[in-house]
């Protein structure tokens, strides 16, 4: 399942994203990052401290055990995602009169 994790940085915005990178930091030396798992990679938004990328894993506890680490420091929302053509597929018997 692809998930895209969208990120806003809480205040204070430099005190936190040195703690964020001493999590990330900590986690690849555990062994737990999501880095094997991102299929587009963070992003940031210009005008704010905000930020998104996209990871794809069938296990949702690695999504979990990175929310548990970063809750303190980042705003984040968690959606799953579905290639528009699997979800038409998905979606096709029910929206039938709508997609054709």
Known sequence: MKYLIVMELEKPYEENMR???EVEKERRRKGISLDDAIVFP????LSDWK????????????????EADNMTLIKYEVIPIIESGKWYEAMKDRWSHVMT
Do not use: G, L
């Open 42 to 45: 963070e992003h940031a938004f």
């Open 19 to 21: 703690k964020a990178f």
């Open 51 to 66: 930020w998104f990328m996209i990871v794809e894993t069938d296990d949702p506890m690695r999504i979990a055990k990175w």
